[in-house]
């Protein structure tokens, strides 16, 4: 892909180009709750983003989107922003990194990206990460880890139209080869923490169901989720129990009350699995993990019928654990199969899958790796 790119650059811009990249993220487990000031459990994957860039001298900057064979043209003004809407991530970017004091030029730049798009990987954050550390880097912004993580959120508020937490940003700028990251979302302290499950595979199956994000459905939950912790007297929901949701249920509706159960419970499950990895003890792993998916599709209600019967069929396997992941209406579920289960559960998830929905999911074994950084 670094290849590709460069050959692509010097062809539109000439030479002297120096590449960036940037992971997508799987998170074991942890759906929604970044948002809400809770825990979450991601780690870099070996699928990302690549940039060639040139600064140009000029004030404006000359993007091309290789996968789609497109180019825009702006400038770094807040009336410049490109009509494109893959652009609006470069374009934002930049913007954010100008408002954290960067002063930023033009420059041209192709980018590339194997993040499979929809499957709940976060190709957009992979996106934002690798234009936010190059920015810093080749502007001298002096932007610490954490705030280019914050760029990235606050590119996606800004000028992308999605209310999301700081999860998918983290996890691109901070990945590190072999190791998962919980990471508290209200004090923004982490952990690595290993993982190399002896016996167990990692996998993704993908359900080429594609439901946007954008709008009502994502920021609807989030906004369930604040009116409660209103009632509630908090900031956050992070630290409410049962017994606090229960007392307030006349006060709330029916549907807050269930997306607020939804979430208290995913806290408990992530620090559930934080134990668990420490002893080993992946069965107690997967169980919580079709905890979480249940608690998705039938609380949370951001599963669809394609990914509850991929986990029907995970289940009919034997596999240890599976769910949705990602923000949900479509994507990928994430499983943690035994090795010998491995050949037999994924034969079956695509010969079954086929016959009921005219089409075969995609598989992606997972790779965990490392974060934004500049390629040599």
């Known amino acids: 892909m670094k290849e590709q790119v460069k050959q692509k650059f010097a062809e539109l811009y000439g030479e002297g180009a120096v590449c960036y990249a940037s992971p997508g993220r799987i998170n074991l487990i942890g759906e929604h709750t970044d948002y809400n000031g809770g825990f979450v459990f991601p780690g870099a994957v070996d699928k990302g983003i690549v940039a060639a860039i040139r600064l140009n001298g000029t004030d404006k900057v000359r993007a091309y989107a290789l996968d789609l064979g497109e180019e825009a043209v702006f400038?770094?003004?807040?009336?410049?922003?490109?009509?494109?809407?893959?652009?609006?991530?470069?374009?934002?970017?930049?913007?954010?990194?100008?408002?954290?004091?960067?002063?930023?030029?033009?420059?041209?730049?192709?980018?590339?990206?194997?993040?499979?798009?929809?499957?709940?990987?976060?190709?957009?954050?992979?996106?934002?990460?690798?234009?936010?550390?190059?920015?810093?880097?080749?502007?001298?912004?002096?932007?610490?880890?954490?705030?280019?993580?914050?760029?990235?959120?606050?590119?996606?508020?800004?000028?992308?139209?999605?209310?999301?937490?700081?999860?998918?940003?983290?996890?691109?700028?901070?990945?590190?080869?072999?190791?998962?990251?919980?990471?508290?979302?209200?004090?923004?302290?982490?952990?690595?923490?290993?993982?190399?499950?002896?016996?167990?595979?990692?996998?993704?199956?993908?359900?080429?169901?594609?439901?946007?994000?954008?709008?009502?459905?994502?920021?609807?939950?989030?906004?369930?989720?604040?009116r409660v912790a209103k009632v509630l007297g908090q900031e956050f929901l992070r630290g409410a129990t049962m017994e606090q949701l229960d007392a307030v249920k006349s006060q709330i509706s029916e549907e807050d009350y269930k997306r607020a159960r939804y979430v208290i419970g995913e806290e408990r499950r992530v620090l559930d699995v934080c134990d668990a990895l420490e002893k080993g003890d992946y069965e107690t792993v997967g169980k919580r993990m079709y905890e979480t998916h249940w608690g998705m599709s039938k609380d949370y209600e951001v599963s669809c019928e394609e990914l509850d019967f991929l986990v029907e069929v995970a289940e009919q396997c034997g596999v240890s654990g599976s769910r949705i992941m990602g923000g949900g209406f479509g994507g990928c579920t994430i499983n943690l199969v035994k090795d010998e289960l491995y050949d037999t559960f994924i034969a079956k998830a695509k010969s079954e899958f086929n016959a009921k929905y005219g089409h075969e999911p995609k598989i992606y074994d997972v790779v965990i790796s490392d974060g934004s950084r500049r390629l040599e």
Not at 80 to 104: H, N, T
Not at 127 to 141: G, I, K, P, Q
Not at 166 to 181: C, E, T
């Open 75 to 226: 400038g770094l003004r807040e009336e410049d922003k490109p009509s494109q809407s893959w652009a609006c991530y470069i374009f934002g970017v930049c913007r954010e990194m100008q408002k954290r004091g960067g002063k930023l030029g033009g420059f041209d730049t192709v980018f590339a990206g194997d993040v499979p798009l929809g499957a709940g990987m976060s190709s957009s954050a992979a996106l934002e990460s690798t234009y936010a550390f190059a920015m810093n880097e080749l502007f001298d912004c002096g932007v610490d880890k954490f705030e280019l993580a914050r760029v990235g959120q606050s590119t996606e508020h800004n000028y992308c139209g999605v209310n999301c937490g700081i999860m998918d940003q983290f996890a691109s700028v901070f990945g590190k080869k072999g190791n998962l990251m919980r990471l508290d979302c209200r004090s923004m302290e982490y952990e690595y923490f290993p993982f190399a499950p002896k016996g167990y595979k990692l996998v993704l199956v993908d359900s080429r169901v594609k439901h946007a994000l954008v709008g009502s459905p994502y920021n609807d939950r989030r906004a369930s989720c604040e």
